[in-house]
């Protein structure tokens, strides 16, 4: 499976998808999220972050760029969105090979640090409602959570 795309017509579909990822996310998983302003980044990691059984509220980190949760395994939430050099090594490695789970929204902003493996997720707008979510999984263990998404 090279990739997998997925209409939602709601936020709460979008949530319920991330919400899934959330439930199977296994220790040292790394999903990045790319899409414009507004897209569902956010909503996305949220609906993800209560899968995983993080009680606090999620929200986007604008002026830290990592965040960690408490949840089933951890979270690490980060948004590089305001990261001004992308090679500058801010320490992204120890989440990436930590325990938790890390999302990364803008995630190509420090592409050249990201891990070989990953889930690559694209929100695309289509409409105030529609989001088209194309899942990108690197990796013998991301194909593995898309199949068990899609079942
Ligand atoms: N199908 C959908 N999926 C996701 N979000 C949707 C959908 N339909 C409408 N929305 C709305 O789009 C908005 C997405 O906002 P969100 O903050 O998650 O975007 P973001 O990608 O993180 O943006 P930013 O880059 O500005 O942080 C929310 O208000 C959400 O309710
Ligand atoms: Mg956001």
Redesign the pocket.
Known sequence: MNLMEII????E???ALAYKIGELAQPGMVIT?E????????????GLAKGLGVTRNVN?PTFTIIKEYKGRLPLYHM?V?RVEDGDEDLGFDDYFEGEGVTVV??AHLIADQLPSELLGIE?LYLD????KLTLKPQGDMYVELCKEISK
């Not at 939602?8 to 936020?11: E, G, L, Q, V």
């Not at 899409?35 to 949220?46: E, I, Q, R, S």
């Not at 105030?128 to 989001?131: A, D, F, P, V, Y």
Request: proline share 3%; no cysteine.
């Open positions: 939602t017509y709601s936020p579909e979008t949530s999220l899409g414009d302003l507004g897209a569902g980044k956010t909503l996305f990691t949220k986007s948004d969105y929204e803008w929100i105030e409602h529609k989001r």
